[in-house]
Structures are given as C-alpha cells and as structure tokens.
C-alpha cells in the first residue's frame, strides 16, 4: 500500500510540473462531526433509545439490590432457598445482558444508517465542488500532512449546510 501511494504521489508530482493540477484533501472526521445533520441525528438516536437505557439501569440495581439482599439473608435462608435466589439472579443477569446487547446492535445499525446518509451527502458534495471548481484530485481521510490551502473541508460542510 505505501508502495502504491509513493507511485501516485510521483504520479502526482510529475503531473503538476507538466501542468497545473488541482488537488483537494478532505478530513472526513472534521466534516462529519461538524454537520448539523449529524448532532441532529445523534441526538435523535439517543432520545430514542433513552427510555430502554434508564429501563436497562433499574434492571441493573434491581439486580444489584438482590445480591446485596441475598449476602445479607444468606445465613438465614436454607440451602435450597440460597440456590434459588441464585438461579432467579442469574437469570435476571443473563436477560439484562441479553437486552443490553439488543440495545446496543440497535444504536449501532442506527448510527450505521445515519453515517450512510452523510457519506452519500460527502461524497455528493466532494463531486460537485470537484467539477465546479475543476479539481483534478480529491483525497479523503488519513494524510501525514496536508497544506492548508489544500484542504477544502470547510468547503464541503459549507456546501452540505447550505442543503439542509
């Protein structure tokens, strides 16, 4: 992969001395975490899971309630009792992981489909202030350094703004 990208980047350098080339770099994580549309979203996602958030919290010091209780009534309960108290908390441990796994897959596929809908608004962006301004090359994400004058991210949140 470094052998590939030190070929483009002579590629790139011998390109630009024949010629003027235009070259752009985004910082994704700067544009995502700056759209509006993306706090939006975030905040939607967490109002929505909220209520099954504070449920799972009560499940949890119920939970915690019962092994305080037990510890404290263990001298007095029969063997018997013991285990069923025990089996009534491992149960109640393995649902609240259960729905707390649920919980979490369904935040996850939320902010998958939310980080979709921005990357298609990126990448739509990118495209258009490419031909509008003749850009002849547009990098995305991870660079060692990337001049200033070369960063157009600015210009992408300016342009997906201005959309919404």
């Given amino acids: 992969m470094k052998f590939f990208s030190l070929i483009v980047l002579i590629l790139i350098t011998s390109i630009s001395v024949a010629e003027n080339t235009k070259i752009?770099?985004?910082d994704v994580d700067l544009v995502?975490?700056?759209?509006?549309?993306?706090?939006?979203?975030?905040?939607?996602?967490i109002l929505n899971f909220q209520p099954k958030k504070l449920e799972l919290l009560d499940l949890f010091d119920h939970i915690e309630k019962?092994?305080?209780?037990?510890?404290?009534?263990?001298?007095?309960?029969?063997s018997e009792e013991y285990k069923k108290q025990i089996e009534i908390?491992?149960?109640?441990?393995?649902?609240?992981?259960?729905?707390?796994?649920?919980?979490?897959?369904?935040?996850?596929?939320?902010?998958a489909i939310s980080l979709e809908q921005i990357e298609t608004l990126?990448?739509?962006?990118?495209?258009d202030l490419a031909n509008i301004e003749n850009y002849d090359l547009i990098f995305y994400?991870?660079?060692?350094?990337?001049?200033?004058?070369?960063?157009?991210s600015n210009q992408i949140i300016s342009a997906i703004e201005s959309l919404n």
Avoid: H, P
Wanted: glycine fraction near 2%.
């Fill in 24 to 26: 752009g770099y985004v």
């Fill in 32 to 45: 995502i975490n700056s759209l509006t549309k993306y706090k939006e979203d975030t905040d939607a996602i």
């Fill in 66 to 78: 019962l092994k305080i209780n037990l510890n404290l009534t263990k001298s007095s309960l029969s």
């Fill in 89 to 111: 908390i491992l149960k109640l441990e393995n649902s609240f992981q259960n729905e707390t796994d649920q919980w979490q897959a369904a935040i996850n596929q939320q902010k």
């Fill in 122 to 127: 990126i990448n739509k962006a990118v495209r």
């Fill in 141 to 152: 994400s991870n660079a060692a350094y990337v001049a200033e004058e070369l960063n157009i």
